[in-house]
């Protein structure tokens, strides 16, 4: 009794389809998997980020004067 079996999930899934339709279903899967990509995108550049400074490295002193 605690634990669902396939016949349970397949019954959700209909009522989640029935209620919502696959077009909304594909949408929001697309979304989340844009989402999901845009988020290891923005840790890859954090993670090159911290290697380079961030803009211009002024020197104390200057050759020309």
Do not use: C, Q, Y
């Not at 397949?10 to 909304?24: A, C, D, Q, S």
């Not at 840790?43 to 002193?61: H, L, Q, S």
Request: glycine residues 14%.
């Amino acid at each position: 009794m605690g634990s669902f079996s396939i016949w349970h999930w397949l019954i959700v899934l209909l009522v989640v389809v029935l209620i919502f339709g696959t077009k909304k279903l594909r949408n929001a899967g697309g979304d989340l998997g844009s989402a999901v990509r845009n988020f290891k995108e923005g840790m890859k550049g954090e993670a090159d980020k911290d290697d380079k400074p961030a803009g211009r490295v002024i020197d104390g002193e200057s050759e020309k004067k």
